[in-house]
Every structure is written in C-alpha cells, then in structure tokens.
C-alpha cells in the first residue's frame, strides 16, 4: 500500500467567475500529498491510504465522505474534538479561482489552527505501521511539512521510520509562501527540505532544497541543478521535476526531466495544452511518476506517464485527475489526444 502523510481541505471551486465575483461553489477534497494517493486510488487502481488529522464535525465527516469515495483508506485519520466554534481545532478549506487567458489563477486559504497543523511526533505508531508489510511506499511534502514547527518535526519522524523499515519514500518540497512567512521565509523552508531529502528515494522537485525557491528555469539550468542536488544527497535514486511554459493561464507547454542513478531522461513535451484548471497537476505529475517506477518502467516511461497525467488533471476540475487508467496511458505512449473505443 502506498501510504501518503498530509493536509486535507475542502476546496470550494468558484467554476468562470473570479472569486471575488463568486456565486456560487462547487466542492472537492484536496492537499498536496493527499492528491498523489486520490489519483493512484482512483485513477491507476493502486491501494493507497493517508495520514492525517480532521475535526469530527459535519465538515469532518464530507471531508471522510469525500475521500472514502476515492479508495484512499482512511484508518490512520485521526480524529479531534471539536470545540463548538473552531477556535482551537478547525478543518482547512481553501477557495480557488481557476483563471482564464491573461487572468491567473489564485487560491484563498483558510487554514489556520487547523487539525493536521496541530500533528506532533508520537501522534502515529509508524513502528508498528512500517513493520506491518502493508506498506511499501511512503510519501509526504513540504506543503504539510511547512504546516508548523511540529508538523515539520512530524514529517521527518515518519520518513526517517519509513527509510529505516526498507520502505521506499518520496518527498516534494513544494513551497508555499504563505506557510512559511511566520517561520523564516525560503531558507527555513529550505533546512526542513534538506533534512528531508536526507531520507528519501524519490525527489519530486528540485527546489527550494540548496538552492531555495527561484523562477521555472530554462532546461540546461535545471539538469545542473538536478546533478548538483544529487551530488549531494548520495542515498537519493531519483530525482524529477516537471516543467512548464506558461503563454496564458489556459494554454501551457508541460514536460519533464528525470535523474536517476547518474543518467538524465527526458519526458516528451505537451505544446499548447489548454488548461482548464491548473491546480493539482504537479501533484498529477507525481503520482503518474511513482505508478510507472511501481511497476518497474523506465524513467523516461514513467515521467511520460507523469506528464500525461498532468495535462489530463488540467483538462478538469478539481485538485485531481478524473480519467481512467486506459486514458492516461494511451496518452502517455502516443503525446497525442484521440478518441478511445
């Protein structure tokens, strides 16, 4: 089982209308690390579970709905009481605008004192989950590890536990500004993604690790900073990225670059993928990933099936992918869109 530790928020998507315009939402569950189990649940059929807090209130419980939906199970959920108001413990939400032409897209959080921010060591047995022989992969990010002081300490607890079982790890060292304003800015962040990448198999992003967060680099730039980063992280096997060009909020070029084992591999390159909604096709991209290496394909095969599972996430709705298996790998082995039968 593929087992993922992390946030999850209600999404309240306001469709064409800016937010501030908004009328009316429709709803979805998601979270950086959440999203890589919900599209290897659902999408690819993999058996995957989360780690996480969520306050045992009617929100909790969509949430839960929401999520036993996808396939992800949900027995290391953590429940919290809830106080009434939410003034001690609350579940996340966040708002999202998807963006159109030359409008970008924006997401609004609200996350504060939240029930998965409130994690801390000792909160989970992972002795007694790693030796179990029910998981084989585990994987968190920096989303969840920027949540707090605790939730970072949290976090290297687990993938520390899991390297020590023989279970292989992943991590994303996703930045998220607003996380880290309170707690140091890019170079803290930067120290809990080291500490981190210490303990991990599978890098999905190159920076902010040594060389904090910077603008989407040019190819040449990114391979020297792949090569640079693995240089230093000896125990590291693999190390993606994915890469966009961004011509409007609805229209990008997506592609991949893979290190691993001293080799760098190409993805095939999406030109002028029309974007519907951006939001969650990194977390896409990861989790197309980390299906190809389960099953023992090639790192160029599986950053194929990444990226195809990227722009596919960007053609709908939600935090995650909604296509099928069939769809996602007939992409990945052709670039090309046709119609299946």
């Not at 209600?10 to 939402?25: D, H, I, N, Q």
């Not at 290297?156 to 790890?169: D, N, S, W």
């Not at 240089?231 to 609805?250: C, G, M, Y």
């Not at 993805?267 to 099953?295: C, E, T």
């Amino acid at each position: 089982m593929f087992l993922s530790l992390g946030e999850i928020m209600l999404r309240f998507c306001s469709g064409e209308l800016p937010l501030r315009a908004a009328k009316t939402f429709h709803f979805s569950e998601g979270g950086g690390e959440y999203n890589i189990a919900r599209s290897l649940s659902r999408s690819f059929g993999e058996s995957t579970g989360i780690a996480t807090a969520m306050v045992d209130n009617e929100i909790g419980h969509l949430v839960h709905h929401l999520i036993l939906s996808s396939g992800v199970d949900t027995s290391n959920i953590i429940w919290r009481k809830f106080d009434g108001v939410g003034r001690e413990c609350r579940n996340p939400l966040y708002f999202a605008e998807r963006g159109f032409g030359y409008r970008s897209p924006k997401a609004t959080m609200d996350r504060g004192h939240s029930a998965p921010a409130q994690l801390a060591p000792g909160d989970f047995d992972w002795d007694t989950l790693f030796s179990s022989g029910d998981i084989t992969w585990f994987h968190t990010g920096g989303i969840f590890a920027g949540l707090s002081e605790s939730t970072s300490e949290l976090a290297l607890e687990a993938i520390q536990c899991a390297r020590k079982h023989g279970i292989t790890t992943s991590y994303d060292p996703n930045y998220r500004e607003s996380l880290w304003m309170s707690r140091g800015g890019p170079k803290a962040a930067a120290e809990v993604n080291r500490a981190m990448a210490q303990h991990t198999d599978v890098l999905l992003g190159v920076s902010p690790i040594f060389h904090e967060a910077h603008p989407p680099l040019e190819c040449r730039e990114l391979i020297s900073l792949m090569e640079d980063t693995a240089a230093q992280l000896p125990s590291v096997k693999t190390i993606a990225a994915s890469s966009r060009v961004i011509h409007s909020a609805s229209m990008h070029d997506y592609c991949a670059k893979v290190w691993h084992n001293g080799e760098i591999y190409h993805s095939d390159q999406y030109k002028n993928a029309q974007v519907l909604d951006r939001i969650g096709s990194g977390d896409a991209f990861g989790a197309g990933l980390i299906y190809g290496l389960m099953h023992g394909k090639a790192p160029n095969e599986a950053a194929n099936i990444g990226c195809a599972n990227a722009v596919l996430t960007m053609s709908t709705p939600c935090d995650s992918t909604l296509c099928s298996k069939k769809e996602i790998l007939s992409l990945a082995a052709t670039s090309t869109s046709h119609e299946l039968r």
